[in-house]
């Protein structure tokens, strides 16, 4: 199997393959079900582009070669990564992956378009959500649209993972986030896989909700898988860096396709 863009040795996350638990025993995103949108993305769940325009498509039998050019370039989601100018999350006992995805998947925008680097803190879009003091777990789409209205909070002025009072939530800390907002952002219908390849060949990251796992993701890039001549998603988990590779790992199969999937594509200069 050839996997360009991939490091050998890399786990794969298949059909056959149980459901990773989390040591900490935080491993879902304890999701409220009522809160769950319909299985096509209703008007009232789409991002303020709408959904990922069928113009951006990508065909399939072009995207092994695009992958194959990337990685001689040395372009994409992974690279940025490896380069070092945004790191690995780790929720460390909260249930907020919900956030962590949104929030990675902000940072790699922000990389890609060469902003400097600020560490974003996941826990300055979920407790506020959902009320200071609470250690639920929540929707990716609703950190999205919280994040396009709101921002995110630096890591040095809110700890990543503090919800347990509003302590941080300062005037200053508020006028702050506004430098960290994510402006521009597309919803897909749900497990619209070929849109989603699509979207990261453009660079553009996503918070990936997965219903098999009962957890949030962020999709980074794409590889390809010779034995089914399908793309496979490259992606970031928010369990720290002894997960995979550096935090690393790719889904296969049905395992890789999303239930609920929304992609940055435009995060604020500031």
Known sequence: MTLPLADPGVLILDDVTPIPVNPTGFDGRGRDEKERPAL?????????????????????????????ERRSKQIGGRFIRKSGKVGVR?????????????VQALMLTRAAANLPFVDLSPASVCA?????????????????????EHGVVPSSLWPANYY?????????????????????WYTFSSRDIEAVWSSLLLNYFGAA???????????????????TDRPI??????????????GQAYLKGSKAIPDDYQCWRVATAA
């Not at 909260?94 to 995805?101: A, D, K, L, Q, S």
């Not at 506020?128 to 396009?148: C, F």
């Not at 998603?233 to 550096?246: A, Q, R, V």
């Open 209 to 227: 909700g997965l219903n098999w796992w009962g957890h949030e993701v962020c999709y980074v890039d794409i590889a390809w898988d010779d034995a």
């Open 233 to 246: 998603i490259d992606f970031d988990n928010s369990w720290g860096s002894s997960y995979g590779t550096d």
């Open 40 to 68: 096509s993305v209703s008007a009232s769940f789409t991002g303020n582009r709408g959904l990922f325009p069928d113009e951006k498509r990508i065909p399939v039998k072009n995207m092994k070669d695009m992958i194959t």
């Open 90 to 102: 780790d929720q460390n006992g909260t249930n907020f992956c919900w956030g962590n995805g949104p």
């Open 128 to 148: 506020p959500i959902n009320g200071y003091g609470r250690n639920n777990g929540g929707m990716g789409i609703n950190a999205m649209k919280y994040i396009a």
């Open 164 to 184: 347990q009072s509003g302590k941080y939530a300062t005037e200053d800390a508020k006028r702050i986030a506004l430098d960290f907002v994510g402006i521009d």
